[in-house]
């Protein structure tokens, strides 16, 4: 192993690795995110009355756990960018456009990771005693003021734990996006195996990155979760 | 429906809009950046090789502002016909089968296949009759190479490129009789060669020369006939769109220009270490 | 978009895969299993010696992508080629088939391990006081009564990571291998028309899970008869296993 292929600059690999690690992180947390949004609006369909809501969302969460993420970013990939135009021509809008990869896989990782996030929220929705919205009607809050002031805070602590677990997968899943040509840690590490001939050398060091990172941020939701947790009484 | 026309005509605009004028004045080139020395990239991150200086020489030619991007292999065919790029130049040889989706500009290089092994190879002394095969149409010397090939590989591991011409002759060809195993990019199979994972690679020759020349290549041999005609197609072009006919002919004028006034020689030297430039 | 032509001829070609996407699958879960189990009891250890490496390795496996090990495994050993061929171990890392039930193995094993971990220290305290002051050996308590229970208790998560070893078995098709996934890009290159055959292939990997939960349920209802007397209908257990896995718990 040839470690002065990691040196930074024009004649190592280890600026490029390090940018591929700062991509990694950009479309972790926006695939997170954006999971976020979808597992909310599919949380709030499966506790709707109506039955054609519950079933979209149950659909939703069963097609993707049900099929392989590496199936779902080629499928999106190719079939997406054809979809949206197809829909665009026939509202008479025919100049071309396209999804660059970085939304694509945010679209493909987002939507992996909302079909877990959902049943976090949904439960954590569910763990909010109802009493406390009693109370809110009550004292005459409004529906909204009801969600901000009572559903979301409490929500959030619930879904916590869940959450950091989903950010974890979701964090891991982004090296599948390097197989579309982003250019993520993932993907420098294969190109630089390829130019270098030493693959043990750069996936080694990828997966070191990825560790870091997964450790980092892992703390980052215990501290929160604490945060979250003050002035909670613990029995 | 006009609301809903108009959001979607402004959620489409929030999209990069790569729209091409019919007056061609602004295109996108798409390239694998993995594929030395036709297109690869530096340590520094940035896309060389031949094709990149060539798509240069040829955009000043025609007077149009480029663009180059990345494209994996695999999807490098779909994506143009879904239009994210107009003009794909990645080491892509003319063959039948492509022209069937899409269509080519004439070729800017030519470059028969060839089997590489490693020197400690059982087989790195292989050789055949003739140095060139012609495949298409077979003579009855090239028969008995073909047939030579085929049985000294028979029951082997040969790795390809997957999506290539190299792929298609050895579907075609050697099917029946060795162990085709596809990989997603060239220098993953380089890896696998030398892992020994593989006991025979087969790619341009194109490819080949420079490597072997470098140290990266340095336990490699080429062994047996270079390839050309048949499944391996007719020469390496930029392929294009059916519907953009204009911008293939443009192309093919702008590279016949490059071949007439010297251009393109020196360059395909300068990049393959020999002369594998179109005549 | 979709053509009929591409969707009757790749139909047959990907059925004709699912055999070794099952075959990766099942060695990989079948030996990852055994590992578990291994892996488990050393971190339930009190000895550090047993605990610790068993703590790295869980820890590493979980918390880098699967895709990373794949190619660490199957590419870097490619740079050890003449270390392994000195141990005698390069005839089993020259394999792309080998390589990929190694890497699906380790993966499963380190999350199998926690769920194992998970069901063992599920069973009450009382119980094993009760088999000791029975006089049965640790053997025996780990067989009669420590086993039964954690494989009831843990049976649900592992249903899970079954599937999402079906899942990851696609990733095999990266290392050359031609599962589902692989022969479907291998049509793709062929036909170029990438939607039909990645649905095609979709649907395919449904249905082997759906299979997938309908087993692992029906084993449960073997396992624990008292409790589900019920029998459930194909739909709720379709939902409750793929849809709403974690049912909210009740808050006393």
Not at chain 1, 179 to 193: P, Q, T
Request: charged share 15%; glycine share 8%.
């Amino acid at each position: 192993m040839d470690f002065s292929l990691l040196v930074y600059g024009d004649s190592g690999w280890g600026d490029e690795m390090l940018v591929g690690g700062l991509m990694t992180i950009a479309i972790a947390t926006c695939s997170f995110l954006l999971g976020i949004v979808f597992a909310v609006i599919a949380a709030a369909a499966k506790l709707s009355q109506n039955i054609a809501f519950r079933g979209l969302a149950t659909v939703y969460t069963t097609v993707i756990r049900g099929i392989p993420e590496l199936l779902i970013i080629y499928l999106v990939f190719f079939g997406a960018g054809q979809l949206m135009r197809n829909v665009a021509v026939l509202f008479g809008y025919t100049e071309y456009f396209d999804l660059p990869v970085f939304v694509t896989g945010m679209i493909c990782i987002g939507a992996s990771s909302g079909a877990y996030s959902t049943e976090v929220i949904r439960g954590a929705v569910l763990a909010i005693p109802k009493g406390q919205l009693e109370a809110g009607k009550a004292i005459g809050m409004n529906k909204w003021l009801m969600f901000w002031r009572i559903l979301v805070p409490q929500a959030a602590r619930f879904a916590l734990p869940g959450l950091g677990n989903i950010w974890q997968v979701t964090l891991k899943e982004t090296a599948l996006i390097s197989v579309i040509g982003l250019a993520d840690l993932m993907r420098k590490a294969s190109e630089a195996s390829g130019s270098t001939k030493e693959p043990f050398t750069f996936y080694f060091t990828a997966l070191v990155i990825f560790y870091v990172i997964t450790k980092v941020s892992g703390r980052g939701f215990v501290f929160a979760e604490a945060r979250a947790n003050r002035g909670v009484r613990r029995a | 429906m006009k609301k809903i026309a108009l959001i979607a005509a402004a959620a489409a605009l929030t999209f990069s809009a790569q729209a091409v004028a019919q007056d061609y004045k602004k295109i996108t080139i798409a390239t694998e950046g993995a594929y030395a020395p036709w297109n690869f990239k530096d340590s520094a991150g940035n896309l060389v090789g031949f094709e990149l200086d060539l798509a240069k020489d040829l955009c000043a030619r025609m007077k149009l502002e480029c663009t180059i991007v990345e494209q994996a292999w695999d999807g490098i065919i779909p994506s143009l016909q879904a239009k994210k790029y107009d003009v794909i130049m990645a080491g892509m040889s003319i063959t039948a089968k492509r022209m069937e989706t899409i269509t080519f500009s004439r070729d800017y290089a030519a470059t028969p296949g060839s089997f590489v092994v490693t020197k400690d190879s059982p087989f790195a002394g292989f050789t055949t009759g003739l140095a060139a095969l012609t495949l298409d149409e077979v003579s009855a010397e090239e028969r008995a190479d073909l047939d030579k090939m085929i049985a000294t590989f028979k029951g082997k591991t040969i790795g390809v490129q997957t999506s290539t011409t190299h792929e298609n002759f050895l579907r075609e060809i050697m099917g029946d009789n060795v162990d085709i195993r596809t990989y997603d990019t060239q220098e993953n199979l380089d890896l696998d060669l030398q892992a020994g994972r593989v006991d025979a690679a087969l790619a341009s020759m194109s490819y080949w020369v420079p490597l072997l020349a470098s140290d990266k290549g340095s336990d490699m041999k080429l062994v047996g006939p270079g390839m050309t005609g048949g499944p391996f197609g007719a020469g390496v072009g930029a392929g294009i769109r059916k519907e953009d006919q204009k911008l293939a002919d443009m192309f093919t004028a702008a590279i016949n220009a490059a071949i007439a006034d010297g251009t393109l020689k020196p360059l395909a030297e300068k990049w393959f270490g020999f002369d594998a430039s179109a005549k | 978009m979709f053509s009929m032509k591409v969707i009757s001829e790749a139909w047959p070609e990907l059925v004709a895969a699912i055999p070794v996407t099952l075959q990766l699958t099942g060695s990989a879960l079948l030996l990852g299993l055994g590992l578990a189990l291994v892996i488990a009891l050393m971190r339930l250890s009190s000895h550090a010696v047993l605990r610790l490496p068993a703590l790295g390795f869980v820890d590493l496996f979980r918390s880098t992508p699967l895709l990373v090990q794949f190619f660490l495994i199957y590419y870097g050993s490619g740079q050890f080629r003449p270390e392994l061929q000195e141990i005698g171990l390069w005839t089993f890392f020259r394999e792309p088939w080998f390589c990929a039930v190694f890497t699906l193995m380790l993966n499963t094993a380190a999350y199998t391990s926690e769920i194992i971990r998970g069901g063992i220290q599920s069973v009450g305290h009382g119980q094993i006081e009760a088999g000791r002051a029975c006089g049965m050996s640790k053997i025996m308590l780990f067989r009669r009564i420590i086993l039964p229970q954690a494989a009831r208790q843990a049976l649900p998560a592992y249903g899970n990571e079954i599937i999402l070893m079906v899942k990851s078995s696609s990733l095999a098709s990266t290392i050359t291998i031609l599962e589902i996934t692989g022969v479907a890009k291998k049509i793709i290159a062929a036909t170029f028309a990438p939607m039909s055959v990645f649905l095609i292939a979709g649907v395919i990997y449904l249905t082997i899970n759906f299979i997938v939960v309908i087993a692992v349920q029906a084993l449960e209802v073997r396992l624990s008869p008292q409790l589900h007397r019920n029998r459930r209908s194909l739909r709720s257990r379709f939902i409750t296993f793929f849809g709403n896995p974690t049912e909210p718990q009740e808050k006393t």
